[in-house]
């Protein structure tokens, strides 16, 4: 008997092809049930205990090519889509401590210990272009089969839903909160309070800056979805645009009574990128980083030029939960609130797609929540 490997979430353990194939012919032999199967409206398919696909329905068969339809036998569901956590341990999908926040395996999970379930799932593919984000809906099943037990499984596409719930939620919070600190600010203005030093044409001007900056963001964000962003590449020296970025939140409400540190030792330093992109993107990381603090704590922004190219970081005091860390970069993730699931996943989109740079994090006790981007 070969060894199981080891498991950070769910049973690494497999039937052997042998096995999974005699499984098929025997459900393929229930004519009724394979007929059934092919009357529901989505990508139907059942697994055995192990969660290995066994059989599936013609909507599964008319979504891959006809090749590969038998290779999906055996496979589990994140190993036939392309999953990008499936090969992270040797046992598999549902084996690594990201399948711990999966949608599908808690759903199967459940259907094995007989209780039907309904789950949300978000996964990040492997595709030609590189990673895709998708959502889905899976429902799982448990069944009985002349004393065979198995989990059928449904799975709808709800990309677009989610997209554009995510798209629209995001857009009107930030618009509102936009619009919000604009009209306070004028409404004190036209009553004569004004902070001291201040010009509050020009500080107007910043706040509809800033909204209409906004605005654009979210055009250019469905764009980047689609694959039809235009991008505008330009030299610029790096320590006054991040000067200039700081100084845009010093005021903001996420920054009272916080601390904003910038760290950059090299004042010539020039990066050729798209400068609005990367002020959304660094904007976005700033303001999470204010979000997440506490009263009093310290925010820093740095760069520093490395082998890799250029390294930007916003740094917080503050760590994060082990289950937000798994799901971090995902499209419909969000801790702020249902619908609110761009941020993140926006930066990344962004950053990876169209700047040809890398995003990243780390969270821990001893050094607090660090996010970077590193540009060629």
């Known amino acids: 008997?070969?060894?199981?490997?080891?498991?950070?979430?769910?049973?690494?353990?497999?039937?052997?092809?042998?096995?999974?194939?005699?499984?098929?012919?025997?459900?393929?032999?229930?004519?009724a049930f394979g007929e059934m199967l092919n009357l529901f409206p989505n990508i139907a398919f059942v697994l055995n205990e192990n969660r290995q696909v066994v059989f599936s329905n013609d909507k599964l068969k008319k979504l891959l090519c006809a090749d590969c339809v038998d290779d999906t036998l055996g496979k589990r569901p994140g190993e036939i889509?392309?999953?990008?956590?499936?090969?992270?341990?040797?046992?598999?999908?549902?084996?690594?401590?990201?399948?711990?926040?999966?949608?599908a395996v808690k759903a199967v999970l459940k259907a094995q210990h007989?209780?039907?379930?309904?789950?949300e799932c978000r996964i990040t593919v492997k595709g030609e272009k590189g990673t895709e984000s998708l959502d889905w809906?899976?429902?799982?099943?448990?069944?009985?089969?002349?004393?065979?037990?198995?989990?059928?499984?449904t799975v709808q596409d709800i990309n677009d839903e989610k997209?554009?719930?995510?798209?629209?939620?995001?857009?009107?919070?930030?618009?509102?909160?936009?619009?919000?600190?604009?009209?306070?600010?004028?409404?004190?203005?036209?009553?004569?309070?004004?902070?001291?030093?201040?010009?509050?044409?020009?500080d107007l001007h910043q706040f509809s800056q800033r909204l209409a900056e906004t605005i654009c963001f979210q055009r250019d964000l469905i764009?980047?979805?689609?694959?039809?962003?235009?991008?505008?590449?330009?030299?610029?020296?790096?320590?006054?645009f991040l000067v200039k970025l700081m100084e845009s939140f010093r005021n903001s409400q996420h920054a009272v009574r916080k601390h904003l540190f910038l760290e950059c030792q090299e004042e010539e330093a020039s990066v050729r990128t798209d400068l609005t992109i990367l002020n959304r993107v660094l904007g976005d990381m700033l303001k999470n980083a204010l979000e997440a603090s506490a009263m009093n704590d310290v925010v820093t922004v740095a760069y520093q030029k490395t082998e890799e190219g250029h390294r930007f970081e916003v740094h917080n005091q503050m760590v994060m939960p082990k289950e937000v860390q798994l799901q971090v970069f995902q499209r419909s993730f969000t801790t702020k609130g249902q619908g609110r699931g761009l941020g993140t996943y926006g930066v990344k989109l962004l950053v990876e797609k169209y700047l040809n740079g890398q995003?990243?994090?780390?969270?821990?006790?001893?050094?607090?929540?660090?996010?970077?981007?590193?540009?060629?």
Not at 81 to 99: I, R
Not at 227 to 240: A, N, Q, S
Not at 359 to 376: D, M, R, Y
């Open 114 to 119: 007989g209780e039907a379930a309904e789950e």
């Open 359 to 376: 995003v990243g994090f780390s969270s821990s006790p001893e050094n607090g929540t660090i996010f970077f981007v590193c540009l060629p």
């Open 1 to 31: 008997m070969e060894d199981i490997p080891e498991t950070k979430f769910a049973s690494a353990e497999r039937a052997d092809q042998a096995a999974v194939k005699e499984t098929n012919r025997f459900i393929s032999e229930q004519e």
């Open 137 to 153: 809906r899976v429902w799982a099943t448990p069944l009985e089969l002349k004393g065979k037990k198995f989990s059928v499984v």
């Open 81 to 103: 889509v392309g999953c990008v956590h499936s090969d992270k341990e040797p046992g598999g999908c549902g084996t690594s401590e990201f399948c711990s926040q999966c949608g």
């Open 223 to 240: 764009a980047a979805e689609k694959g039809e962003l235009t991008l505008k590449f330009k030299d610029f020296l790096v320590k006054p």
């Open 163 to 202: 997209r554009r719930e995510a798209l629209e939620k995001t857009f009107f919070h930030d618009i509102l909160s936009e619009v919000g600190i604009l009209a306070g600010y004028a409404e004190n203005a036209k009553d004569g309070i004004i902070p001291k030093g201040h010009d509050p044409i020009q």
